[in-house]
Nanobody
Framework: AQLVESGGGSVQAGGSLRLSCASS???????MGWFRQAPGKEREGVAS???????IYADSVKDRFTISRDNAKKSLYLQMNSLKPEDSAMYYC???????????????????WGQGTQVTVSS
């Protein structure tokens, strides 16, 4: 599947952004996730959501970010609230056809990736 992210931008600390990811193919039965990578740092998992709706979050974003999906629209979303400067990164959407659900935020578990959307949070 081709994945295309949108919704990134620049925001002040404490602000909100909503990222979207549109898939060219069906996503109903697949695990999807959001990852991010800041300059000089490794890519890290932010949140994932199974085809069953189960979600997991990185500790650093719990209670601030919400992942959701709309299978009819073949889309994935990430609502980001109370943003902090340390949330600044390129954000990537990912999908795997290998799992309906898996408790994972490992990038190696996902095989399809978007090009990313930049999020910059200023203090």
């Amino acid at each position: 599947a081709q994945l295309v992210e949108s919704g990134g931008g620049s925001v002040q600390a404490g602000g909100s952004l909503r990222l979207s990811c549109a898939s060219s193919g069906d996503v109903d039965n697949y695990l999807m996730g959001w990852f991010r990578q800041a300059p000089g740092k490794e890519r890290e998992g932010v949140a994932s959501i199974g085809a069953n709706g189960y979600t997991i979050y990185a500790d650093s974003v719990k209670d601030r970010f919400t992942i959701s999906r709309d299978n009819a629209k073949k889309s994935l979303y990430l609502q980001m609230n109370s943003l902090k400067p340390e949330d600044s990164a390129m954000y990537y959407c990912a999908l795997t056809t290998r799992y309906y659900w898996k408790d994972t935020l490992r990038s190696t578990d996902f095989e399809s990736w978007g090009q990313g959307t930049q999020v910059t949070v200023s203090s």
